[in-house]
């Protein structure tokens, strides 16, 4: 048997997990494609279509645009102030 260096072991081993890496996506989107339901989306003329309001079964769910941190800010002061109007006005009754 041959011996290999560190770096000639670590290279390997990098292939390796990269190989994996590869096969785990692979079974995962198996498995999602098999099991949309599980992950949120339905397949079309699944149960549940009925009342999405569209024919032909339910949409594709919009994903939300990432929030700034300036954006974030400025919600948790807005809410901020409004807990502190319902908490004040809770107390003048």
Not at 20 to 37: C, M, N, S, W
Not at 52 to 75: D, F, L, N, Y
Request: aromatic share 4%; proline share 1%.
């Amino acid at each position: 048997m041959a011996s290999l260096s560190q770096d000639q072991l670590r290279r390997l081993a990098r292939l390796g997990a990269t190989a994996r890496l590869e096969q785990l996506r692979q079974e995962e989107a198996a498995i999602r494609a098999e099991f949309p339901d599980l992950f949120g989306r339905r397949r079309k003329g699944a149960a549940g279509a009925a009342g999405t309001g569209q024919a032909g079964g339910g949409a594709a769910r919009r994903r939300r645009a990432a929030m700034s941190a300036a954006g974030r800010k400025a919600v948790s002061e807005r809410m901020r102030k409004y807990w502190a109007e319902r908490r004040k006005a809770k107390a003048a009754k």
